[in-house]
């Protein structure tokens, strides 16, 4: 049986399950639709436009039936043109191992893409949480660049962080204790085992008013350890993260483009103002110190619904471009500027 096949199987039995939990237990069904139109003035020599849209449609059935859950996320995409860089402030490139996507056209111009971003099943043991298939894994809460987590992180630009991307993992969460957990996970992050293949282990420890973890694993064949601490002092939360890799300049994630920091020293500041009960501002800056480039994204978001918003926003990079023999000489300077509006309903 191939692949695909298998994939469509075990779909079909998900769906089969599902309408047995509904008559049995639970389900709820939910989803969102996203659109966003982008507009950059700066010519490209890689776009012959300086506009593009991106649409997100999530579907996202659950449902249990006892110590048994089904988790799964459709997921359609339409983006005119496919390669336009500035939709990267919504989505981050992210590979997985199940060929669980359909591309719907055959045109350079447009992709209109069909994807399962959740496809899991949750069992519940005694001692032991077991997550089998496509899921969300998240080992760190460090909102620009993340030191633990390594599965599918978010991009420092990434303003639309609703929904992690999903990998192909099995999980194990083994509870220690109040808010005390161990989790062991072995997922691939492409599509070879033997190249992208993953495996970790996060230890969680709660101590009164702070909250220590320790990791370490091997991802795409490079060692990795690292430690957290979140910490509330007079009211003040405090997390610190740090990793080290055994060999960063040759690991694999490196060289796929998956590290989103290729600098030493950076400092990242995000700041939120409530003008109104229904009208937000916020405002991040990334700088880079070693070359000396910077990142700055402000967005304006009106709530005009209980379950719906307008967001208008623009991201403007600056620092030196490409050398005369194409070398990038800084990491924000070739982060086109762009200014976007978009429309987030969720249902």
Avoid at 157 to 176: H, M
Avoid at 274 to 288: A, C, E
Wanted: without cysteine; hydrophobic residues 45%.
């Amino acid at each position: 049986m191939s692949i695909s096949r298998l994939w469509l199987t075990l779909f079909w039995l998900l769906l089969v399950s599902s309408g047995s939990v509904v008559i049995a237990q639970g389900f709820k069904f939910g989803g969102s639709l996203r659109g966003y139109q982008f507009v950059t003035p700066e010519d490209s020599p890689l776009m012959d436009r300086r506009d593009s849209e991106l649409w997100l449609l999530r579907l996202t059935p659950e449902a249990s039936w006892g110590d048994v859950s089904f988790e799964v996320h459709g997921l359609l995409s339409f983006i005119s043109p496919p390669l336009f860089d500035s939709s990267r402030v919504v989505v981050s490139d992210h590979r997985t191992f199940f060929p669980l996507d359909h591309d719907f056209t055959d045109s350079s111009r447009v992709d209109l893409l069909g994807s399962f971003d959740r496809l899991n099943m949750q069992v519940e043991l005694e001692d032991v949480t077991i997550t089998l298939g496509r899921q969300a894994v998240s080992w760190g809460v460090s909102f620009f660049w993340p030191a633990l987590d390594l599965f599918a992180p978010f991009s420092p630009r990434q303003i639309d962080r609703e929904y992690k991307a999903g990998v192909d993992a099995v999980r194990f969460t083994i509870p220690l204790g109040s808010f005390s957990e161990v989790e062991l996970i072995g997922a691939s992050l492409g599509s070879s085992l033997n190249r992208s293949g993953a495996t970790g282990v996060l230890i969680r420890l709660n101590a009164g008013s702070a909250d220590v973890g320790f990791m370490g694993g091997r991802f795409h064949r490079d060692t990795v350890a690292g430690a957290f601490v979140t910490a509330d002092i007079r009211g003040t939360g405090l997390r610190g993260e740090a990793s080290e890799y055994q060999a960063f300049l040759e690991a694999d994630r490196l060289l796929r483009g998956e590290v989103n920091a290729l600098a030493r020293a950076y400092t990242g500041v995000s700041t939120s103002w409530l003008m109104h009960p229904l009208l937000t501002f916020n405002q991040t800056l990334l700088l880079n110190w070693n070359d000396h480039s910077s990142l700055s994204i402000s967005t304006m978001s009106w709530s005009v619904g209980n379950n719906s918003e307008v967001l208008v926003g623009a991201q403007l990079g600056l620092g030196d471009g490409l050398s005369r023999d194409n070398v990038p000489r800084s990491e924000y300077g070739l982060v086109p500027s762009t200014i976007f509006a978009a429309l987030r309903y969720y249902f």
